[in-house]
């Protein structure tokens, strides 16, 4: 497969003037840009600029992937906006994430490497839009993404089995948490035993919801994963089952119509072994295959067993047709 790597950049609080989409095609002479975006692919080379300046300079939002594992997102915020000190507190032992000061801003720079990636069966440009929305629900105060980049600290064991979660729960999901979770490849089930209880506020003085730890949520993502995986064994066993049931009525009508062809049927088969090609041997052991199980059924097997062994002395010169009676015993 040939290298293949997605760049895309979204400006959000300010659009780019003419000089900033001067600057931005001396960087790339084939790249798509508007007064918002910047979105290119390489399957040959790499990107001139460094996404790192871009986004300082220029842009809010930066997508990129690598048909070799490599994924990132970074999101500029304005530091006044958001509550640095709890975000760094949450990420502790996050690795690949990064929350820089930048001037007024700061950059949440979220990486990971080795993901599976479907090159060619999906659009690579609708990531971003998808996850377009992360960043207005940080600003509101959401930090629900924080605590998924905390469930991946969790996931290579980075975080001691009995630290509580940094918040009760992130149920229910948002269309752009989700993709974040596809995006980044995070364990569905420990997303999902996260998701059992809300992050919703609570009134003043009602009581607040116990954290659950790190070693509850992985016992109960285990849980669900077994009750999936049963599932799963459940559905495939009825498929097949009704599979079995389907070949097996077919297998009714066919055998019903050899039966009512009578002695026309050993006159094909004669037909198809004259024919004296695989496809002839095939179709003809398949009819006498069928009339042995007729025979079997109607306890006239000895009769069959004499009208075989004709056949294999008229036809003993054939080899590859007699190597397929063999399966008939």
Do not use: C
């Not at 508007?34 to 300082?56: C, Q």
């Not at 790190?214 to 049963?230: K, N, P, W």
């Amino acid at each position: 497969m040939s290298e293949y790597q997605y760049y895309e950049f979204q400006a959000i609080d300010r659009p780019l003037s003419n000089a900033d989409r001067r600057a931005l095609r001396d960087l790339s002479s084939r790249a798509r840009i508007t007064a918002t975006s910047f979105t290119n692919y390489y399957e040959w080379g790499d990107f001139k600029g460094d996404p790192d300046k871009l986004m300082e300079r220029w842009f809010d939002l930066h997508l990129y992937l690598a048909n070799w594992g490599s994924r990132r997102l970074m999101i500029k915020l304005p530091a006044r906006l958001v509550d640095q000190d709890r975000i760094r507190d949450i990420l502790g032992s996050a690795e690949d994430v990064a929350l820089a000061m930048t001037g007024e801003n700061v950059i949440l720079s979220i990486a990971r490497e080795e993901l599976e990636h479907d090159y060619g069966d999906e659009d690579d440009s609708s990531w971003l839009a998808a996850l377009a929305p992360l960043r207005v629900d940080l600003l509101a105060g959401d930090l629900r993404l924080v605590y998924l980049l905390w469930l991946m600290a969790v996931e290579i064991d980075a975080v001691k089995p009995d630290e509580a979660e940094p918040m009760p729960g992130i149920g229910p999901l948002t269309d752009a948490l989700d993709a974040f979770v596809e995006f980044f490849g995070v364990d569905r089930d420990l997303v999902r035993a996260a998701a059992e209880q809300g992050a919703a506020m609570h009134p003043d003085g009602a009581p607040e919801v116990a954290r659950r730890t790190v070693a509850t949520l992985q016992d109960r993502a285990a849980a669900i994963r077994l009750a999936r995986e049963h599932a799963k064994a459940e559905l495939a066993a009825a498929q097949q089952r009704l599979s079995d049931e389907a070949a097996e009525k077919a297998r009714q009508l066919r055998l019903d119509a050899v039966h009512r062809r009578g002695e026309s049927i050993w006159e094909d088969i004669e037909k198809e072994i004259i024919r004296s090609n695989p496809a002839g041997y095939h179709k003809a052991a398949a009819l006498l295959f069928d009339l042995q199980t007729l025979a079997e059924r109607h306890d006239t097997v000895e009769a069959f067993r004499l009208r075989l062994q004709a056949i294999r002395e008229r036809h003993s010169g054939k080899g590859r047709f007699i190597e397929r009676l063999r399966l008939l015993g």
